[in-house]
């Protein structure tokens, strides 16, 4: 089978595009990187950038000099994606899908689909067509490989059934609101001023990151790189920094990796890792769902890969369920059953499960319109209840979740609230149920596992917060065996995460996330969690025990962003100067920044310099109001987001 470093590839009436992230100097040749090379020198101002491959530059130099290479070209490729932007050149309706490799800084232009279907054609994450870049770039030739094989779709193993798509719910057409010019400003100007301030660092972190690098080919142990086992995997989410530990954990198993996004997050830090062996952009699976569906089958027959391992956002759960049934012969899903996501994602159903098993939960209870609303909080004035509970959308909402709003409150308070979430779109209704659930005091923790058969095979626990950007293993004594009767009484298999609060010694499961969470990083220097991954469906009893379950390490250390840190050791108000330097000391020394590794940094720079700058840079030409940039997540939190 051909698994040329470059493919665009045409299956059936679906296209997709994809770049390898494969760094090896045979993939590919210095007369294509040279080629490829001289076009963007010449669309990106005529800047003279020099590439690594073929040149006669050994050990830390070469190193150093693809770092360099790749943080020139990813600046320059932003501001002119920008430029292009503001002159109207890229559509909205359309995404640049290409973007350098981690050593060869190789580019390319993606096909159009042969059918597009209306849904696709309105979609803002809808493929770029190859015309359109060729046009756009000052008619720049942008050349993609040739040759590439599209006969793994025909000569595949017997197929699975398709799933019918589901079609997203149309919403009809509404006059935008009119904006006040501060509106329209704001949102801009913070943008503007995080966009300068992070290209304000690049300097002393460039300098930081090449001397580690350069120390470690000099006087460090070195790395040895895992014998290939012939086993291909494919792992979603590639725009979240739990991905990147996921694809270290199996490539250090030997296994060939493919990361895959939406074409929204085309720029993902992850794909720059040496991890990466392939980078796959495929249809927005909210939107279509069918199309989706057949990426992903085609991909994994072409791949002919063994694992699927999906990495997803709370509203993808569902449609990553879906895949284990399309999925070829010989490949395994770790989602949870379509079934046991809709159960465990409904907080109330959640809870109700707990309590048959005699689990220790809050009271929570179902709102399915204002009215709902309004008689529970009547209800708790005229018992004169004093405990608080928390009002929150059913549904994930980036914009809401962090409100706590409480009651019993007063009416108007009530109705002010309610007014302004059904602005938002976020309106109370059984379409978009909502949940009050008892206020609970005490710390907050959040556990993961990893399931088969009712058996934890791999587990990890922490302290957490609503908005958790450090992560160390707590080992809580009554979490894990809290998760495992669950686990255990509904026979679960797949991925789970399950919040905790812990009142008066008790711990109290508020919600259950069916999908990876992100304190999955705790694992970073732990070998067997690629194992469990990698074997845990196939051989979940070598992991099923007390001895033989996987957890952190004792010795891995608390995982930071270390821009978050040093951002609130900075800026968070009483503290000495004594005390901020002691916190930046520890953030940078003492603590693991969970996208930087000595023996693969470019994932580090390109989160700061290439990810989060084009999350910015989308903001400042649109001007959505908005309330942080996710560094663990990869995205920005704003109005009109997903």
Known sequence: MDKSPTTLMKVSDFVYTDEADDTSEASISSDESTASLSHWTSAINDVEIVAAAGTSTSGALAFLEKILTTVVLTTRTTLTMATMHMHDEIPKSESLQSVLSAAETVFEAEAEPAQTSPAAEASDESTASLSHWTSAINDVEIVAAAGTSTSGAQTSPARKPALEPVAAAAKPAEPEATRSLRDMIEGRAWAAASMASLYATMGPVLCGVAASVVLNKLFGKGEHAPAPNGKTVIVTGGK?????????????????????????????????????????????????????????????????????????????????????????????????????????????????????????????????????????????HAKGETRRYVFKNLNYDSMHRLDLFTMPCEREKLQAYIDKVVAAECGISVEQPWLVQAFVNGPEYSSSALVKDGQ???????????????????????????????????????????????????????????????????????????????????????????????????????????????????????????????????????????????????????????????????????????????????????????
């Not at 284990?324 to 395994?332: I, N, R, Y």
């Not at 026979?491 to 812990?502: A, K, L, P, R, T």
């Not at 508020?510 to 990876?516: A, D, G, L, T, Y």
């Open 240 to 380: 979240m920094t739990k991905s990147l530990v996921i694809c270290r954990a199996l490539k250090a198993q030997g296994c060939r990796v493919v990361l895959v996004e939406t074409s929204k997050y085309w720029m993902v830090a992850t794909r720059q890792s040496r991890s990466v062996d392939r980078f796959v952009t495929v249809p927005v699976p909210e939107k279509d769902t069918d199309a989706f569906l057949k990426a992903i089958r085609a991909l994994a027959i072409e791949e002919e890969a063994c694992l699927y391992v999906p990495v997803c956002s709370p509203v993808a759960s569902q449609y990553e369920a879906l895949v284990a049934d399309v999925l070829p012969e010989g490949c395994h899903s770790w989602s949870l059953s379509p079934e046991m996501v809709q159960t465990l994602d409904d907080k109330v159903e959640f809870g109700r499960m707990a309590r048959e098993l005699n689990l220790p939960v809050p009271d929570s209870r179902r709102i399915c319109s204002p009215a709902d609303a309004h008689a529970f909080n009547n209800e708790l």
């Open 456 to 642: 934890v095979l791999a587990f990890t626990d922490n302290e957490a917060s609503i908005s958790c950007f450090n992560y160390k293993h707590a080992a809580h004594p009554q979490i894990r065996g809290w998760v495992e009767t669950l686990c255990k009484a509904h026979n679960i298999s797949g991925i789970i995460c399950i919040d905790f609060m812990v009142e008066d010694g008790t711990a109290l499961a508020i919600e259950c996330n069916p999908r990876f969470s992100s304190n999955n990083n705790s694992f970073y220097n732990n070998e067997r969690y690629g194992e469990a991954l990698l074997k845990g469906l196939s051989e979940p009893a070598a992991f099923s025990s007390e001895k033989t379950q996987v957890q952190p390490l004792a010795e891995a250390q608390e995982v930071n962003w270390l821009f978050c840190d040093a951002y609130y050791a900075l800026s968070k108000p009483g503290y000495s100067m004594r005390e901020r330097l002691g916190q930046l000391y520890t953030a940078c020394f003492v603590n693991k920044d969970a996208y930087f590794d000595v023996n693969d940094p470019l994932p580090f720079l390109a989160l700061h310099y290439l990810h989060v700058p084009v999350l910015l840079m989308r903001n400042l030409l649109r001007g959505n109001k908005w309330a942080k940039i996710d560094l663990c997540i990869g995205k920005m939190t704003e109005e009109n987001g997903d």
